[in-house]
C-alpha cells in the first residue's frame, strides 16, 4: 500500500514541476508571479533528488555503508572528524555558497527571465551536483585527497599538474573580478564603505577575544559581531548624512581597488586568528540569515517578474556584458549550474569530515541543489525589478550615458521604458548619490532584494536601511572569498617556490610569507585595476574570463571522475559524466575563441586591441589619453593570452585522459584504481556522529592561555 | 560519543501536555548541540575526546593553541568558495 501512495505522490510532484517549467517556458504577455519559479525549481530537485542522485548513488558508484570512511580510519579531532550529516551539510554548504550564484544570473539577466533560469536547473540536476557527489565520493574512497592529487594518480603526472595550475589561474582570476563587484558597489557610497570599513575592527575585536578572552568560544563571539555588524548597517547612515564623515568615505573605484588590494594583503600576512577566521564567523552567519530571508521574503511577497523571458540582448549586443546567448548565458551562471572550485571543497575538508558513503549523496547533491536554489532567487530578485532600471544600473556610462536623461533615453530606445526621475527617485529611497553604472551584479541585487525585504518588513521607509544591509552581506562574504582565497593562493605559490628555493616553502618564514603574499595579491591585484579603468566596465572582460576558468577547471574534474568511473567498469553509465564534461568543454572553447577572435572590439580581446590601437595611430586620442589606452591595449592582449592559456590547458588534459581512456579500454594495461583497501566500519548501524556533550569527556584539560 | 535522542510525542507515557514539552526541550537541545557543532564550539571536546580514544597517553592542547591550530589548519587550503 505504501509504494503506491509514494508512487502517487512523486507523480504529482513530477506533473507540477513540469506544469510550473512549461508555465515559465510558455507564458508571454502579463508578469509572470515568481511562485512558479518556487515551485518549478523545488519539484524538479525533489525528483533530482529522490530518483537521479539515488541512481547514481546505487548504480554507478555502489556506495558502501560498511566501509570504514576517512573520518573513523583516522579520526584525530583535527582534520578528521566524524560528524553529524546535517551538520555536515551546512559546513559543506557554507564553503560551496559564495558570490558567483548571486552576481552570475543577476548579469545574466539581461538575457531575460527563462534561459538563466532553466540552465540553473537543468545544470545543477545534470552536471553540479554531479560532479560534486562524485568528486566527494572519490576524495572519501581515496582518504579524503585532493583533485590535484587525484588527478595525479588515476589520470596521469601531467593531468594533476594542469589541474593545479587550473586552480591557481582561477584563484587569481576569482579574487580580482569578485573584489571589481565590491568596487562597483561601494564606489561613490559613503554609507556601504563605512559599513564594510567597520567589519575590519570588528572582525580585530572578535579575533582577539576568540584568541585570549575566551578560546574558541565561537558562537558567543559571533553573536556579539552580529549585533555590532547590524549596528554599523545602521550607522552609516548617519556617516552618509554628515558631510564632513561623508567625504571621507565617499571613495573612488581606484582609491577602493587600493584599498582592497592593501587588506587583501593584511589579511594573508597576519595571523589567521587576527582577521581572516572572525570575519569568516560574522560572514557565515550573515550569510545564512540572508539566504533564508531572501526565501522567506520570496515565499511571503510574491514577487511579479517584470523582466521579459527573452529580451533583445540574445543577439550578443547586451550592455552588461558583450556575448551571445551561446555560450555566455552558461558561462555567466557559471556557479549556480556548476562550478568547478566546488571540486575542491568536495576533494578538501568535506571528505574528512563524512561519516559514511551513503552520506554523500544527500551532502554532495543536495548541497549543490540548495546553490542552485540561492542562484533561482537571485534570478528572481534580479527581474523583479523593472527592465529599465535593471539596465541602468547594469550598463556602463560608455554605452548608456553618464546623467539619468542620457541612460533613461538611451534605455527607453531599446525598448524597456525608463524615466529619468525614475532612477533619482531610487537612489534617494536607498540612500545613494546614484545607482547609474553599477556593473557587477551587487547593487542590483540588492535593490531587488530590499524591495522584496521592505515589502514584508518597514515598507518603503526601510528601503536604505534593508539595501544597505544586502549591500554588506554581499561585500561581506566576497571580501571573505577575497581572504581566505588569498591566503590559500599564498601557500600555493610557497608551495610552487619550494620547489625551486626549499626554505620558500616554509610558511612560518616571514620572507616567505611577504613575497608569496605580495606576488598573489599583486596577481589578482592587477585583474581588478585593469577592471576599475577598463572604458567598458570591466565586468565585460573578467566576469566572462572568471566564468570560462570556473568551467573548465569543473570539465577538468569531470574528466577525472569519468576516469575513474572507466577504471571502475562502469562503461555502460559513463554518459553520466560524459555528457555534462562534452558540453562544458564545447562553451568553455566556444567562449574563449570568441573572447580572443571575435571581430566585435566589445566581444574579442584582440580586435578591441586593434581598434584602440588604429585610433591611437588615427590621431583620434588625445595625447594626455595615450598612456592610458596603450595600457588598456595591453590588458586586452594578456587577458586573450590568459584565456588562450586556459584553453590550451584544457586541450592538453583531454588528450591525455583521452590516452589513458584507449589503454583502460584496450585492455592494453591493466588500469590500476588507486582506492585506499576495504575496512570494515567499526561503528554500529545506528551511530549518527550527533552532536557531542560536553559531560561525556569533561577532561582534565590543559590551562587556557591568556 | 553521545547523542541526544528525540521521541515522537505520542510514544511517551507522560500526560500530553508534558511529553510535548519534554520533546520540544529535547528537540530544541539538538539543535543547540547541532549549531555549537557547526560553528565549532565544540570543536576541542571532540579533540580531546579523539585524544583519548587514540591513546592512554596524550599531550593536549591547550583550548587557545588547539583553537590557532584548528584555524591554521582549516585556512591553509580552499575553504570558502565563489
Given at each position: 500500500m505504501k509504494r503506491p501512495i509514494s508512487m502517487v505522490i512523486w507523480i504529482v510532484v513530477a506533473l507540477v514541476g513540469a506544469g510550473a517549467l512549461g508555465g515559465i517556458a510558455f507564458h508571454r504577455g502579463e508578469p509572470l508571479n515568481a511562485t512558479w519559479f518556487v515551485v518549478a525549481a523545488a519539484c524538479c530537485y525533489l525528483v533530482a533528488y529522490r530518483f537521479y542522485s539515488a541512481f547514481i548513488a546505487a548504480?554507478?558508484?555502489?556506495?558502501?555503508?560498511?566501509r570504514a570512511t576517512p573520518s573513523e580510519r583516522h579520526?584525530?579531532?583535527?582534520?578528521f572528524v566524524p560528524t553529524n550529516k546535517w551538520i555536515l551539510f551546512g559546513h559543506h554548504f557554507a564553503a560551496i555558497a559564495g558570490p558567483g550564484p548571486l552576481v552570475g544570473p543577476t548579469l545574466a539577466a539581461q538575457f531575460g527571465y527563462l534561459p538563466g533560469t532553466l540552465w540553473l536547473i537543468a545544470g545543477a540536476v545534470f552536471a553540479g551536483c554531479v560532479q560534486d557527489f562524485i568528486i566527494l565520493f572519490c576524495s572519501i574512497r581515496r582518504d579524503g585527497k585532493t583533485l590535484g592529487e587525484i588527478a595525479r594518480e588515476e589520470v596521469s603526472q601531467r593531468g594533476g599538474f594542469i589541474a593545479q595550475l587550473a586552480v591557481l589561474a582561477i584563484m587569481v582570476i576569482l579574487l580580482g573580478v569578485v573584489a571589481l563587484v565590491i568596487v562597483n558597489a561601494l564606489k561613490s557610497s559613503p554609507w556601504a564603505t563605512f559599513t564594510l570599513a567597520a567589519t575590519i575592527p570588528i572582525a580585530l575585536l572578535l579575533g582577539l577575544y576568540l584568541r585570549f578572552l575566551r578560546p574558541g568560544r565561537v558562537l558567543e563571539a559571533s553573536f556579539i559581531g552580529v549585533a555590532l555588524v547590524l549596528f554599523v548597517v545602521v550607522a552609516g547612515q548617519w556617516v552618509a548624512d554628515s558631510p564632513s564623515w561623508a567625504h571621507v568615505f565617499t571613495l573612488s573605484g581606484v582609491t577602493l581597488a587600493f584599498a582592497l588590494i592593501a587588506y587583501g594583503f593584511a589579511a594573508s600576512a597576519?595571523?589567521?586568528?587576527?582577521?581572516l577566521a572572525p570575519r569568516d564567523y560574522l560572514s557565515a552567519f550573515i550569510k545564512a540569515g540572508a539566504i533564508f530571508s531572501l526565501a522567506a521574503g520570496i515565499l511571503l511577497v510574491r514577487p511579479q517578474v517584470l523582466m521579459p523571458p527573452l529580451t533583445r540582448f540574445i543577439d550578443g549586443s547586451g550592455p552588461v556584458f558583450a556575448g551571445k546567448i551561446f555560450p555566455f548565458c552558461f558561462i555567466t551562471i557559471a556557479?549556480?549550474?556548476?562550478?568547478?572550485?566546488?571540486s575542491l571543497i568536495s576533494s578538501g575538508t568535506t571528505p574528512k569530515m563524512i561519516l559514511r558513503e551513503s552520506h554523500a549523496r544527500f551532502i554532495g547533491y543536495g548541497a549543490m541543489l540548495m546553490e542552485s536554489f540561492v542562484g533561482v532567487m537571485a534570478m528572481i530578485a534580479a527581474c523583479a525589478m523593472t527592465p529599465g532600471v535593471y539596465f541602468a544600473i547594469n550598463s556602463p556610462a560608455s554605452i548608456v550615458g553618464a546623467t539619468s536623461d542620457a541612460a533613461a533615453a538611451t534605455i527607453s530606445s531599446w525598448g524597456y521604458p525608463l524615466q529619468a526621475q525614475t532612477m533619482t527617485d531610487l537612489a534617494r529611497a536607498v540612500g545613494e548619490q546614484t545607482l547609474l553604472n553599477r556593473a557587477g551584479g551587487a547593487p542590483s541585487l540588492a535593490v531587488g532584494m530590499a524591495q522584496i525585504f521592505s515589502s514584508t518588513i518597514g515598507g518603503p521607509r526601510l528601503l536604505s536601511i534593508w539595501y544597505h544591509f544586502a549591500i554588506m552581506f554581499e561585500a561581506l562574504f566576497i571580501l571573505t572569498v577575497l581572504d581566505a582565497g588569498t591566503r590559500v593562493g599564498r601557500f600555493m605559490v610557497q608551495e610552487l617556490g619550494g620547489r625551486v628555493?626549499?626554505?620558500?616553502?616554509?610558511?612560518?618564514?616571514w620572507p616567505g610569507i611577504l613575497i608569496s603574499s605580495a606576488l598573489i595579491v599583486g596577481a589578482w591585484g592587477y585583474f581588478l585595476y585593469q577592471g576599475v579603468v577598463d572604458p567598458l566596465g570591466g565586468i565585460n572582460s573578467l566576469w566572462p574570463l572568471f566564468g570560462i576558468s570556473n568551467q573548465l577547471l569543473a570539465a577538468v574534474a569531470l574528466v577525472v571522475a569519468t576516469t575513474i568511473l572507466l577504471k571502475m567498469k562502469r562503461i555502460r553509465w559513463i554518459w553520466l559524466t560524459l555528457i555534462p564534461m562534452t558540453w562544458l568543454v564545447i562553451i568553455t572553447m566556444t567562449a574563449s575563441y570568441q573572447k580572443i577572435f571575435d571581430p566585435n572590439p566589445r566581444l574579442g580581446f584582440l580586435s578591441y586591441a586593434k581598434a584602440l590601437a588604429a585610433q591611437i595611430t588615427a590621431g583620434k586620442i588625445p595625447a594626455v589619453k595615450i598612456a592610458d589606452t596603450q595600457r588598456v591595449i595591453f590588458n586586452q592582449r594578456l587577458d586573450a593570452a590568459v584565456t588562450a592559456v586556459l584553453a590550451a590547458m584544457i586541450i592538453v588534459l583531454i588528450i591525455e585522459a583521452l590516452m589513458q581512456w584507449y589503454r583502460i579500454l584496450s585492455a592494453d594495461r591493466k588500469s590500476v584504481l588507486h582506492e585506499t583497501a576495504y575496512l570494515a566500519t567499526r561503528w554500529p548501524e545506528n551511530f549518527s556522529g550527533a552532536s557531542y556533550t560536553a559531560t561525556a569527556a569533561e577532561p582534565d584539560v590543559p590551562a587556557m592561555e591568556g | 560519543m553521545h547523542s541526544v535522542q528525540v521521541e515522537a510525542?505520542?510514544?511517551?507515557?507522560?500526560p500530553h501536555a508534558l511529553a510535548l514539552a519534554i520533546w520540544i526541550i529535547r528537540l530544541a537541545a539538538k539543535l543547540w548541540l547541532g549549531i555549537r557543532e557547526w560553528c565549532g564550539d565544540s570543536a576541542y571536546e571532540r579533540y580531546v575526546q579523539a585524544q583519548r580514544t587514540n591513546s592512554e597517553k596524550v599531550s593536549l592542547l591547550t583550548p587557545a593553541e588547539f583553537y590557532v591550530d584548528r584555524l591554521n589548519r582549516r585556512y591553509s587550503r580552499p575553504n570558502r568558495c565563489c
Open positions: 548504480r554507478l558508484l555502489t556506495l558502501d555503508d560498511t579520526d584525530d579531532g583535527r582534520d597576519l595571523p589567521v586568528w587576527l582577521l556557479c549556480g549550474a556548476i562550478s568547478g572550485f566546488h628555493w626549499k626554505p620558500f616553502a616554509r610558511t612560518g618564514w | 510525542p505520542g510514544h511517551m507515557e507522560q
